[in-house]
């Protein structure tokens, strides 16, 4: 069957359910915001899907990939767009399955008696600010969400994300408890649903797709403290990284976010700038208010001072702070130049105030530094690189060399492809899920180890870099 007749038949089976093979539709549908990197603006540009599927219902949904299956039409699953990566593109046409209209809160799951809840689950397309507004009346809250909370949907997070506002004081994604359960739909004539608990959840979480298609997700939740925005300047950047280190190491200090920019990179944000004199660092925090007056005091005690302050989402810079942390930072620095991008360094917990100046100080001509501070593996780390003009895809491979010699370890950005990046582990476990979720390898065509697409994306992307490890693999 021609891959034409085979599309043909798609369309056929999906009946009434929602799909377009219309070209402007396709070319918005499958993108993400993948131009970020110079590296994939010009390699993922115009590569589109065939067809374009929106189902209302998780029903509708088991229609559409059992006819995929049927006539072995490659899948792309999509949320809101947000990612950065790729994750979103099809490398080899097919259809893209838009699962935004599966959205709300499913269940609660609480303590007998006093009906306290410890879970929330919610449907793959739920957007993720969504959820916490469903729970926080009652006083709880998500542990961690992206910077693109406002837009992004929770299955699309926990496929393609990492970790977020949040991770200063819960850790990562993939850290043991911070993923409750993960129900999945596998891609077969007759899909099934399996739910995953334990550490089988990893092998789902930041596999782009390519282990099963998320359907619902359940996460724990923590209590919704009122949360202040504080931004806070430094005369040297090696007091905003000690403040940093010493504000995370302080256990007892509820917080959110701790984010430092290096001089000059305040004054790449145009609501921020006027906030932060001219020559000095700036650190963005959110803290519960209750543990204000600590930072009051570990900001002094680091020749600080706190410029602004305010309630969450309720600052004179018309977004949530959060939105000018994490992967917001550089779509900012890239308003201001375009060439502007990082590299994914993630510092040793061991001597981390040290590796950080050792960073700032052998790496200051390359440009800025900006991090995010987070806890991985039961110790406090952080991850980000000196902010730099792109010149090559040779630039960045020496740069990266660099970086590791300085003790840091690299995950590639700049690539759709899993094994590239070397933030996921790709072992038997997850091949042997693959293997029973996607028998006929349908899904993220060309962005797992084992399924390979004939073209460039893997090799033209690729970097020296020496990927991520983590205490517990699997």
Avoid at 16 to 31: A, G, V
Avoid at 165 to 186: F, K
Avoid at 221 to 236: C, M
Avoid at 276 to 304: K, R, T
């Amino acid at each position: 069957m021609s891959p034409t007749e085979a599309l043909a038949r798609l369309r056929t089976d999906l009946g009434p359910i929602d799909h377009s093979t219309d070209t402007r539709k396709l070319r918005s549908k499958s993108r993400d915001r993948f131009a970020q990197s110079p590296v994939l603006r010009d390699l993922l540009r115009g590569r589109n899907a065939e067809i374009f599927i929106a189902p209302r219902s998780k029903q509708e949904l088991r229609t559409a990939v059992a006819a995929c299956a049927r006539h072995r039409i490659p899948i792309t699953v999509r949320g809101a767009g947000s990612g950065q990566f790729g994750q979103g593109v099809p490398l080899s046409g097919g259809a893209v399955i838009d699962v935004t209209a599966l959205a709300g809160v499913v269940g609660w799951h609480g303590d007998r008696g006093r009906q306290l809840p410890r879970t929330v689950r919610a449907l793959t397309g739920t957007v993720v600010a969504d959820i916490d507004a469903a729970i926080r009346p009652s006083g709880w809250e998500l542990r961690m969400h992206p910077s693109t909370a406002q837009q992004a949907t929770i299955g699309g997070y926990i496929a393609g994300g990492h970790a977020g506002i949040g991770s200063c004081q819960w850790g990562i994604l993939r850290d043991t408890g911070n993923i409750t359960a993960l129900e999945v739909m596998t891609v077969e004539e007759h899909p099934r649903l399996i739910e995953l608990r334990g550490r089988d959840v990893n092998t789902v979480h930041h596999a782009y797709g390519a282990n099963g298609i998320i359907t619902e997700v359940e996460l724990p939740v923590s209590p919704a403290w009122e949360w202040h925005e504080l931004v806070i300047s430094f005369p040297e950047f090696e007091q905003a990284a000690r403040f940093s280190v010493d504000i995370c190491h302080s256990d007892g200090v509820l917080k959110k976010v701790v984010s430092p920019h290096a001089h000059p990179l305040p004054q790449y944000f145009p609501d921020l700038a006027g906030l932060i004199p001219d020559g000095q660092a700036m650190v963005l925090l959110m803290a519960a208010v209750q543990s204000v007056p600590n930072v009051e005091d570990l900001v002094h005690a680091n020749g600080g001072q706190i410029r602004y302050r305010c309630l969450e989402g309720k600052g004179s810079y018309g977004a949530p702070l959060y939105e000018f942390t994490w992967g917001h930072s550089m779509m900012h620095y890239q308003r201001r130049n375009k060439k502007l991008i990082g590299l994914l360094a993630l510092y040793p917990q061991e001597d981390l105030y040290a590796s950080i100046l050792r960073v700032h100080r052998e790496f200051g001509e390359l440009g800025p530094l900006h991090l995010e501070m987070k806890r991985i593996d039961g110790g406090l780390s952080c991850q980000g690189s000196p902010v730099f003009e792109f010149e090559s895809q040779e630039q960045l491979a020496a740069i990266t060399e660099q970086l590791q010699r300085a003790g840091l370890f690299i995950a590639n950005t700049h690539t759709p492809v899993l094994g590239a990046s070397g933030m996921k582990p790709w072992g038997p476990k997850e091949a042997a899920f693959k293997r029973e979720f996607d028998p006929y390898g349908l899904l993220a065509q060309g962005k797992a180890d084992d399924v390979v697409v004939e073209d460039t994306v893997s090799t033209s992307t690729a970097l020296p870099n020496s990927g991520w490890s983590y205490r517990l693999s699997n």
